[in-house]
């Protein structure tokens, strides 16, 4: 009797602990649909992004076979792929994972100042950060960066180093639709009234009021340059920075307001207000978290 293949041996130990897995064939990608499922003319499996009704019985779909089920993992139909798999990869949305795909030095550098610390895994151009969390999988929120989670694999490289963080605010911005610029003759929403930042909202804080007037200009100044794309994620931004100025006050410091006039200015050049309300209380979140 020949020995167990060694990727079904690591796919074994990862289902038994809960990970679903799947096999990757030479090209470190999944192995191809069945003839029934290709081109998905099965309708795809039902906890697709489209659900359909397939349920073959082979590792069909990429991430959507991965599974947990030892009987499945070394059954008849599953053999013969094990046996020219090179590698194995995972479903981390299936799993409550998130992995951030950073693939490249500027892309690590940047989370090493962007997000919180959590568990790394070196990958062959760069690293893979591990968040406790699920969210929608989207490729290129900016450069060198991939989310990979509910909707796509990864590749087990091993477990990584490091203590894993609750999927922080940060993240989730990063995938968030963005419509800053509303077609002509539409309104993408009211201009929310605008509360102004006073000794009276900020009893607890430790800057002098022309610190943090001219703080909050500066952010609404960039805000309200995007006037084509991005004010939602520059509003983000502005809202980490005068937040993260603030981690040191004994409080309160009137952050709600301050927020508000954020919010205000991405409305001002086209960002629906659910999605700048949205995008703004992450943004103060965050800089919370990052102090915590």
């Known amino acids: 009797m020949s020995a167990t293949p060694e990727p079904l041996n690591v796919a074994l130990a990862l289902a038994a602990a809960g990970v679903p897995v799947l096999p990757l064939r030479a090209g470190k990608v999944p192995f191809g649909n069945c003839r029934t499922c290709k081109g998905n003319a099965c309708g795809g499996r039902p906890n697709m992004k489209a659900a359909g009704p397939?349920?073959?019985?082979?590792?069909?779909?990429?991430?959507?076979?991965?599974?947990?089920?030892?009987?499945?993992?070394?059954s008849p139909v599953w053999a013969p792929v094990w046996r020219e798999a090179v590698a194995v990869a995972y479903h981390p949305g299936g799993a409550g994972l998130t992995v951030v795909d950073?693939?490249?030095?500027?892309?690590?550098?940047?989370?090493?100042?962007?997000?919180?610390?959590?568990?790394?895994?070196?990958?062959?151009?760069?690293?893979?950060w591990?968040?406790?969390g699920a969210m929608p999988s989207s490729n290129a929120v900016r450069p060198g960066v991939d989310i990979k989670s509910l909707t796509q694999y990864a590749r087990w490289l091993g477990p990584g180093t490091g203590r894993m963080a609750v999927l922080p605010a940060a993240v989730r911005a990063l995938v968030m639709k963005e419509d800053t610029t509303p077609a002509p003759g539409e309104v993408a929403s009211s201009l929310p009234v605008r509360a102004t930042w006073s000794r009276q909202v900020a009893t607890g804080c430790r800057h002098?009021?022309?610190?943090v007037r001219t703080g909050l200009e500066?952010?609404?100044?960039?805000?309200?340059?995007?006037?084509?794309?991005?004010?939602?994620?520059?509003a983000f931004g502005v809202a980490r920075f005068l937040a993260?100025?603030?981690?040191?006050?004994?409080?309160?410091?009137?952050?709600?307001?301050?927020?508000?006039?954020?919010?205000?200015a991405a409305v001002s050049v086209g960002v629906p207000e659910t999605y700048a309300r949205r995008a703004v209380a992450n943004g103060l979140e965050t800089a919370v978290e990052r102090a915590a």
Do not use: F, K
Not at 244 to 264: N, Y
């Open 244 to 264: 993260a100025q603030h981690t040191g006050c004994p409080g309160p410091c009137g952050l709600a307001v301050l927020g508000d006039a954020v919010v205000a």
């Open 218 to 234: 500066r952010g609404l100044a960039l805000v309200r340059a995007r006037t084509e794309s991005g004010a939602g994620s520059q």
């Open 54 to 74: 397939c349920r073959c019985p082979a590792p069909c779909h990429a991430w959507a076979a991965a599974t947990t089920d030892p009987h499945i993992l070394t």
């Open 208 to 211: 002098t009021e022309r610190y």
């Open 102 to 128: 950073l693939d490249n030095a500027a892309a690590v550098a940047w989370a090493c100042e962007t997000l919180p610390v959590t568990r790394t895994v070196p990958t062959t151009r760069g690293e893979h």
């Open 130 to 132: 591990l968040y406790r």
